[in-house]
């Protein structure tokens, strides 16, 4: 199943009484905004899930760490507006998402995110 078709399913199950705040498997899992954030479902975002919800403990990642590995520049930028924690740590991880940042090299999300987290401490 193609990223649309997945995006369909979760839809579907959303609209059907399935919650948007429900945790993930424990190794490698996404939450439903995780998972809608990295396919660039920007529209999905907004569905009541809590935007800063930790992924999975083992190697698990936060919304925008998740975008981050993507280099998604609009993504990371919808989340900022809709107030997700440029300070959110990763599960065993322990990294912040500039961290990430710095190990994928995605020189125009890292500026967005430093300038949001230099904001966020004045």
């Not at 190794?27 to 990295?38: E, F, N, P, S």
């Amino acid at each position: 199943m193609d990223e649309d078709g997945f995006c369909d399913v979760m839809e579907l199950l959303l609209h059907t009484g399935a919650s948007a705040n429900a945790l993930p498997v424990q190794y490698k899992g996404l939450t439903t905004v995780q998972d809608a954030a990295m396919a660039r479902k920007l529209d999905m975002i907004n569905n009541g899930a809590d935007i800063d919800a930790p992924g999975c403990y083992y190697h698990g990642y936060t919304v925008q760490s998740a975008v981050v590995e993507q280099g998604s520049v609009e993504v990371v930028r919808h989340l900022l507006k809709a107030g997700a924690d440029v300070q959110a740590v990763l599960g065993d991880m322990q990294r912040t998402v500039l961290q990430v940042v710095d190990l994928w090299d995605h020189m125009e999300v890292g500026a967005i995110l430093g300038a949001a987290k230099n904001a966020a401490n004045l």
